[in-house]
């Protein structure tokens, strides 16, 4: 199983063997950008209202997500961030800031 350290790891040597070299920061958030917003067209075509087109075909969110992912981990491996650490500290500030917030909201009882 690959651990967030693994997939850091794994992608910078990638990067090394086969990238040349990490885009820059500013390239590399234009590119999770764009990667987001393939996915949020696959999203809205496949449970939306959207129809698909001939260039959506062949499409699968398992593989745009991983881009998304793959370019989340350049730009934090290209800016030290561990993002092991980056995620536990998160998740410990949205169970303080969170614990009670979602069972109170009325728009998510069913």
Avoid at 40 to 59: E, H, N, V
Avoid at 69 to 75: G, K, P
């Amino acid at each position: 199983m690959m651990t967030l350290k693994n997939a850091q790891q794994e992608v910078d040597a990638w990067i090394k063997k086969h990238g040349v070299r990490y885009f820059s920061e500013l390239t590399n958030m234009a590119i999770l950008t764009e990667e987001v917003g393939e996915v949020a067209r696959l999203m809205s075509r496949t449970y939306g209202d959207q129809s698909f087109k001939k260039s959506d075909r062949g499409k699968k969110l398992d593989d745009e997500l991983a881009d998304v992912l793959f370019v989340l981990i350049c730009i934090a491996n290209q800016t030290g961030v561990d993002l092991t650490k980056a995620l536990e500290k998160n998740l410990k500030k949205k169970s303080k800031r969170d614990s009670v917030r979602h069972k109170k909201n009325k728009k998510l009882k069913r």
